[in-house]
Nanobody
Framework: QVQLVESGGGLVLPGDSLRLSCAASGRTFSSYLMGWFRQAPGKEREFVAVISRFGVDTYYADSVRGRFTISRDNAKATMYLQMNSLKPEDTAVYYC????????WGQGTQVTVSS
């Protein structure tokens, strides 16, 4: 199992962009499909995007498809989420995890989209 640390969140205006990072420890990062998830206030955690072990295949939730791009750099044991055209409904704590996810979760990174 790998340890994961999310970063890159912040407060932005609608229409702005952010890039989230997920740094993994351990030597087995490339062994896992990896995903981004998010949890908005008062809502359950939901799937955002997933990427295959070597980044060839990706899949997105309908709500973010066309605006978000997931990527990974196995040499750096890091995964990214480029978020463009952000909307207020994208406000949430964003988490990375394996896909399907491990039982344990990191602290996440807060993304707030507000004017």
């Amino acid at each position: 199992q790998v340890q994961l640390v999310e970063s890159g969140g912040g407060l932005v205006l609608p229409g702005d962009s952010l890039r989230l990072s997920c740094a993994a420890s351990g030597r087995t990062f490339s062994s896992y499909l990896m995903g981004w998830f998010r949890q908005a206030p008062g809502k359950e955690r939901e799937f955002v995007a997933v990427i295959s072990r070597f980044g060839v295949d990706t899949y997105y939730a309908d709500s973010v498809r066309g605006r978000f791009t997931i990527s990974r750099d196995n040499a750096k044991a890091t995964m990214y989420l480029q978020m463009n055209s952000l909307k207020p409904e994208d406000t949430a704590v964003y988490y990375c995890n394996a896909y399907p996810p491990f039982d344990s979760w990191g602290q996440g990174t807060q993304v707030t989209v507000s004017s």
